[in-house]
C-alpha cells in the first residue's frame, strides 16, 4: 500500500488523508450510534482507511524532511500541519 501512495503527489495524498479521516469520524459515529454502515464502512474497512490515512501523513512526513528544493511549492505541509523543513522556501517565488 506505501508503494502505491507513494506514487502519488503531496497534494493528493494530504487530500486523501484528510478525506480518510473525516470518513472514519463520521462512520465510527453512526457505529456507536447503532446504524448500520455498508460493510466496507464497519470495523475492518475503517482499520484499513486509517492505515491508509497513517501512511500518508508519514509519507508527507517524510517528504518535508527532505531536502527544500525537491519540495518547494508544497502546501501539504500545512494542510496536515507538518512543519516546514528549517529554511524551507517554500511557497515563495524565484
Not at 53 to 66: C, D, I, K, P
Amino acid at each position: 500500500m506505501r508503494e502505491s501512495l507513494a506514487l502519488l503527489p503531496s497534494w493528493v495524498l494530504a487530500q486523501k488523508a484528510a478525506a480518510n479521516r473525516q470518513l472514519i469520524a463520521v462512520m465510527r459515529q453512526r457505529l456507536a450510534a447503532g446504524e448500520q454502515v455498508a460493510r466496507m464502512y464497519q470495523k475492518p474497512g475503517l482499520a484499513w482507511l486509517e492505515c491508509q490515512a497513517e501512511a500518508a501523513e508519514q509519507l508527507l512526513g517524510e517528504r518535508a524532511s527532505r531536502t527544500n528544493d525537491e519540495w518547494v511549492g508544497c502546501w501539504a505541509w500545512t494542510a496536515l500541519g507538518v512543519p516546514r523543513p528549517s529554511g524551507s522556501r517554500a511557497g515563495s517565488v524565484g
